[in-house]
């Protein structure tokens, strides 16, 4: 009799313990969670792959021999990445409606033609991507003051424009050390990548995002 019962808590301790688990199963991540993120992003803000730069840190890790390959062909991604959006940018009609984007705009292309130059050296890169970076700066500067002081249609682009310009000076600075300069590379891309950040937009994680 007294086995009985104990079997029998047993067994209800037993599905119990199985209930918890499978709502634990229900109320589980999505394991593509990641991937469904990245394009809630995307969805929410069509230019988010401006906040997709190389990492300093995973640099200096290099092997020292590997450094400037390396440095080349994160320049080269984010030089791609960059054009695209560029592209995005141009028919934006909403932000070419402000007269912000014509006095950046060819200070984002000169971010691009630096990394493509190929006649850039060692000799010239921190000079030429000083240069570039400076521009860039004063395109992120402008943008700032519209932000306080401009109209309706240049508040709304400056944001967008500060994070082309930061993004632009992170490509400058990997470009400098692709091109041969890696002291003069790593402080553009330092302060390019600090600026960065501050100019990454915010983003709220939405509960279904959680859910499979």
Not at 52 to 76: F, G, H
Request: hydrophobic share 45%; aromatic share 6%; with cysteine.
């Amino acid at each position: 009799m007294m086995e009985r019962h104990i079997l029998k808590s047993i067994l209800g301790a037993t599905g119990i313990a199985l209930v918890v688990v499978l709502a634990a199963c229900d109320n589980a991540p999505d394991p593509n969670f990641e991937q469904n993120l990245k394009q809630a992003k995307q969805a929410d803000d069509p230019y988010a792959d401006l906040g997709t730069v190389p990492r300093q840190a995973n640099y200096v890790r290099t092997e020292a021999s590997l450094k400037q390959a390396s440095a080349s062909q994160e320049a080269l991604n984010l030089r791609a990445r960059y054009e695209s959006l560029l592209k995005k940018l141009d028919a934006d009609k909403s932000v070419a409606a402000a007269n912000l984007l014509a006095s950046c705009r060819p200070s984002f292309a000169e971010a691009v033609a630096f990394q493509a130059d190929d006649k850039v050296d060692g000799q010239t890169a921190r000079s030429a991507g000083n240069a570039v970076f400076q521009g860039l700066m004063a395109c992120r500067e402008h943008a700032l003051s519209a932000e306080k002081e401009g109209n309706a249609t240049a508040k709304a682009s400056a944001p967008l424009l500060r994070r082309f310009a930061s993004t632009g000076m992170v490509l400058v600075g990997v470009a400098t050390i692709a091109h041969g300069d890696e002291a003069a590379g790593l402080a553009l891309w330092r302060q390019g990548d600090g600026l960065a950040a501050q100019d990454k937009p915010a983003f709220k994680i939405k509960p279904d995002m959680f859910r499979p």
